[in-house]
Structure formats: structure tokens, C-alpha cells
């Protein structure tokens, strides 16, 4: 099969081979793989940016998220069948979706939503799950609460506020003015031009902060909440908990702690929480999301598709910072 390789750390380009089509055991199924997405995590594993967390073999296909048709079942699988359209994001041990075909655990995908195309389909396992997790599992929000979604208008962002708002939630979100009428129509009730205002200076008594940004973002986001609220963010420092729950070692977890210290310094400064979010793979959560999409509550938000010849300008426009939504990747047929 064709697919899209690195083989090192810091690989400047992605190298278009032909890899073998992957076996799968009695709890996966094959996929070939229709459309895939380009998420911020594939230039940090290409980089090396998550050694600490996820260890890799060489050569590795990258990719994190996809839609497609299944090929071949395993003989535990119960819940699919061969032909079945699905979506899903596979867990860490078994990335590279920027590939003809993938196997995947079948606890890790869903049904493809029926109203949407494979590319809309492939745009959302990776920020589905992550705004999932991070409203629900974590922050535990209900309605009427109030939640600052970090840049609106990125991929993220785009998913996490119409579910916010599916869940009946107050919603301000950053973005420049160019993105202000996309985030209005996903129904944002508060904007922030962060070209021009500090959110930290217009915002307060928040329930929760879904960072997406780190750095002074992640920083000032304690600043807006109310008493017991969370911060919870997908590029700040992993904690010592991230470490446990994946089990990567006490020396490495430690690592964490030491790195974490200052922001859950600056959490207790506040009276808040902070929370590093590494999304778990989960079929039942996407399920969830399948039926979201259905009814419409949820509508896939893409900027450019790209041919899957052309995945390295696809991974090269996402590094700029310019997409409003997902970036997606199409296989040839």
C-alpha cells in the first residue's frame, strides 16, 4: 500500500512509499482508508515533541484521525461487518492514517455519520474527541455554565463550540476578525478579537477554559474563572497524572511534575484546576458524536482538501496557522 513516512525525528519532508497492508488480529478490523485529517499532533510526533509520552518505531506513517470502508474483520469482532462505513481515531500504538489502509481496534471507531461525506466524516474523531473529553469528562460542564473555547476558528475550536452549545452552554471564544463571522455562525455568544483586546481583561466568573494555545494563553486563562473552575488544555505541560494514566515510568513521570509545577502553582493561586487533556480513543464517544452530526448539531467545518500525493503542503498549511477548520487528506479511489 501506498503511505506517507517518516523516518527519524525531524524529517523535514514526508516520504511517499510503499509500506506493507497491516495484519490484523481477532479485535481489529482493516480499513481502507477514504479521506484522513491533518491535526496539530502530526508535526509534534514528526518532531519529536512527544518522546516523552509515546515511543515510536522506524519508518512510521503519521496520521491520527480518518473515514473508510472495512475490508476484513477479526474473529472477536462483533459490532462490524466487512463494507461497513466508519470513522474513527486509533489508539497511539497504531497511528499512520495518512496510508491506504489502517488496522484498528474495533473498540476505537464508530459508524460514519450518514449525512456527511467521508471527508466531513474524516474531519472529526481527533477534535470530536478531544472537545468530548474536555467539556465533559474533565470540566463536567452542564447548562447554563459558561466556557472560554480558545481560538474558535481553528480545528478545535470550530468542533468545541457547537457541541458546547449543543450542551446548552455560554460560550466566548478568541479569534481575529477574520474568523469572527464563522464562530458567530457556529454560535459563539461572546467574541474576542485578540488582535486587539486581552481576554484575560474582558472575561471573569468562568466555569471553564479549554485551552488550545499554551504559552501566555494558558497562562492568563486561571485569571477568568470563578472559584473551583478548570483549566483544561491540549498544549500546555502534561501533569504527574498524565504520566500515571499512560503509564510511561516513574522517571519520566516525575519529569512531569518538576515541568507542571509552576501552572499547578498558579492553579492553587486562583483556586482553580489545572488539567493537561491527552484524548483517549473511544468508539462509544463517537457514537455520541455520530448522532450529534445526525440530528444536526454538529456540522463538519473544513478549510482545504488536498490530494493525499500533496499530504506534506496539507501537514506545511496546517504549521501556518492560517486554516479556519480541519484540513483534510483524500485517498485516491
Do not use: C
Not at 473529553?133 to 480558545?150: E, F, P, R, Y
Not at 499512560?246 to 518538576?258: A, C, E, H, N, W
Not at 479556519?324 to 485517498?331: H, L, P
Amino acid at each position: 500500500m501506498k503511505a506517507m513516512v517518516i523516518h527519524q525525528y525531524k524529517d523535514e519532508l514526508l516520504s511517499e512509499e510503499t509500506m506493507p497492508i497491516p495484519n490484523i488480529n481477532p479485535d481489529e478490523v482493516r480499513v481502507k482508508i477514504k479521506a484522513a485529517s491533518i491535526n496539530p499532533i502530526d508535526s509534534k510526533i514528526k518532531d519529536g515533541e512527544l518522546k516523552i509520552l509515546l515511543t515510536y518505531q522506524f519508518p512510521l506513517i503519521l496520521g491520527n484521525d480518518f473515514s473508510g470502508i472495512i475490508t476484513e474483520v477479526g474473529s472477536n469482532v462483533k459490532e462490524f461487518k466487512v463494507g461497513d462505513e466508519v470513522y474513527g481515531r486509533p489508539r497511539k500504538t497504531q497511528i499512520g492514517t495518512f496510508a491506504e489502509y489502517i488496522a484498528v481496534n474495533e473498540a476505537d471507531i464508530a459508524l460514519k455519520p450518514s449525512n456527511v461525506s467521508f471527508e466531513e466524516a474524516a474531519s472529526l474523531p481527533l477534535v470530536g474527541l478531544t472537545s468530548y473529553q474536555a467539556l465533559n469528562d474533565i470540566m463536567q460542564l452542564k447548562q447554563g455554565d459558561k466556557v472560554l473555547i480558545q481560538a474558535g476558528a481553528g480545528g478545535v475550536g470550530t468542533f468545541a463550540i457547537q457541541l458546547a452549545k449543543s450542551m446548552g452552554l455560554y460560550v466566548a471564544t478568541t479569534a481575529s476578525p477574520k474568523g469572527f463571522d464563522l464562530v458567530s455562525r457556529l454560535g459563539a455568544d461572546e467574541i474576542i478579537n485578540y488582535r486587539e483586546q486581552s481576554f484575560w481583561n474582558e472575561l471573569s466568573d468562568y466555569d471553564g477554559v479549554f485551552d488550545t494555545l499554551g504559552g501566555d494563553n494558558l497562562n492568563h486563562a486561571f485569571e477568568v474563572l470563578k472559584k473551583g473552575g478548570t483549566v483544561t488544555s491540549i498544549s500546555g505541560i502534561p501533569t504527574e497524572k498524565t504520566g500515571k494514566e499512560m503509564k510511561i515510568g516513574f522517571v519520566k513521570t516525575t519529569l512531569l511534575r518538576v515541568a507542571s509545577a509552576k501552572l499547578k502553582r498558579i492553579a492553587k493561586q486562583y483556586g482553580v484546576n489545572y488539567e493537561f487533556l491527552f484524548m483517549k480513543p473511544s468508539g462509544q464517544q463517537l457514537e455520541v458524536i455520530r448522532q450529534l452530526v445526525e440530528n444536526g448539531s454538529i456540522k463538519p467545518v473544513i478549510d482545504k482538501v488536498y490530494d493525499f500525493k500533496e499530504t506534506q503542503a496539507a501537514l506545511e498549511y496546517s504549521n501556518s496557522g492560517r486554516a479556519k477548520g480541519k484540513i483534510i487528506v483524500k485517498m485516491e479511489d
